[in-house]
C-alpha cells in the first residue's frame, strides 16, 4: 500500500505524516510539497529537517509560478479561488499531476492523508470529494494516538527534537506563503506588517499593480464586512491609529489549501 502526505512544511502535516510512518513504516511512504515559490526560507530547513526525521521519500513539487503570478495570468483577485486560484494552481494540480502520472499508484493501493485535526474534521467531505476516488483520511483524528489540538501538535515537534519554522514564534496561524494568503483576514495582515514590512510592502506593491492592470479601485485582497479593502489602505490605517486597538474584531483567516472545495 502507498501512504502519500500532503506535506505543507508546516507543523500540522508534519505530526501527521510522524504518525503515518508510525502505524506503516516508511517504504512506501511519500512526503508530497508542493511548493509555491514565496514559501519562507525557515520552511526549507523544517521541511529537510523533518522529512530525515520522517523517513520516506521527500517529493519536491514546483509550478514555476508564484500566486501573484497566478493572479496577474487570470486578471482576478478573489477570496473565491476555485480552479482559477493560485491553491489549486500551486498545490492541488501539481499533486495531482505527479498522483496521475505515477504509474505504480493507484486508487486500489493508495491512501491520501491530510494535516487536518479535529476542530477541521468538518472539511473532510469536502477533501474526499475533491480527491476521489482515492481514500483519505486524517492521521491527527486517530484514536490510537489521541486526536491532536494545536498545544500536541508543537509538544509532538518539541519530542522530536522538530523546530518549526520561524513563523509560528512570529505569531502567524500557519506558515504557508510566506505570511502571505489571499484568504488571511486584517489581523493576518498586521502581524504581517509589524513583522515583515518589507515582505508587507512587496505584496503591497503586487497587488498595487494587479488592480493597475485590471483596471480596479473596488477590490482588495482584503474585506471589512462587505467591502474590499487593499494592502496599501489598512497599511495607511494602522499607520494613523493610535496605540490601541481591537484585535478582536480582525479576523486572521487561515490556509486551506488542498481542502477547499473545487
Known amino acids: ?31 508530497l510539497f508542493a511548493d509555491t515559490g514565496i514559501e519562507d526560507e525557515d520552511n526549507y530547513r523544517f521541511l529537510q529537517d523533518s522529512a530525515n526525521h520522517i523517513g520516506g521519500q521527500l517529493v519536491h513539487l514546483k509550478d514555476g509560478r508564484t500566486p501573484w503570478d497566478v493572479f496577474n495570468q487570470g486578471k482576478w483577485l478573489s477570496h473565491r479561488q476555485g480552479e482559477k486560484g493560485c491553491s489549486y494552481q500551486l498545490k ?3 499533486c495531482k499531476e505527479w498522483i496521475e502520472n ?6 486500489e493501493n493508495t491512501v491520501l492523508y491530510f494535516g487536518i ?17 482515492y481514500k483519505v483520511e486524517t492521521p491527527l483524528c486517530w484514536d490510537e494516538f489521541g486526536w491532536a489540538d494545536k498545544a500536541k501538535i508543537f509538544s509532538t515537534l ?12 512570529m505569531g502567524f496561524s500557519h506558515a504557508n506563503c510566506g505570511g502571505f494568503c489571499i484568504k488571511a483576514g486584517l489581523g493576518h495582515y498586521r502581524n504581517l506588517l509589524k513583522q515583515m514590512p518589507e515582505r508587507y510592502a512587496h505584496h503591497e506593491q503586487q497587488e498595487k499593480q494587479l488592480l493597475a492592470i485590471m483596471g480596479r479601485d473596488d477590490i482588495g485582497i482584503l474585506r471589512r464586512q462587505s467591502k474590499g479593502i487593499t494592502l496599501e489602505e489598512w497599511r495607511k490605517e494602522i499607520e494613523a491609529e493610535p496605540i490601541q486597538f481591537d484585535l478582536f474584531n480582525e479576523a486572521l483567516g487561515g490556509c486551506n489549501c488542498f481542502t477547499e472545495v473545487i
Not at 124 to 133: C, F, L, Q, R, V
Open 117 to 133: 485535526n479535529f476542530e477541521e474534521i468538518h472539511r473532510i467531505d469536502a477533501i474526499a470529494a475533491n480527491w476521489s476516488p
Open 158 to 169: 518539541k519530542q522530536a527534537n522538530l523546530t518549526p519554522p520561524r513563523l509560528y514564534e
Open 92 to 94: 492541488v494540480l501539481p
Open 102 to 107: 505515477n504509474p505504480d499508484i493507484s486508487p
Open 1 to 31: 500500500m502507498n501512504h502519500i502526505v500532503f506535506f505543507s512544511s508546516g507543523a500540522a502535516s508534519t505530526v501527521a505524516a510522524m504518525r503515518v510512518a508510525q502505524k506503516y513504516g516508511t517504504e512506501n511512504l511519500y512526503l
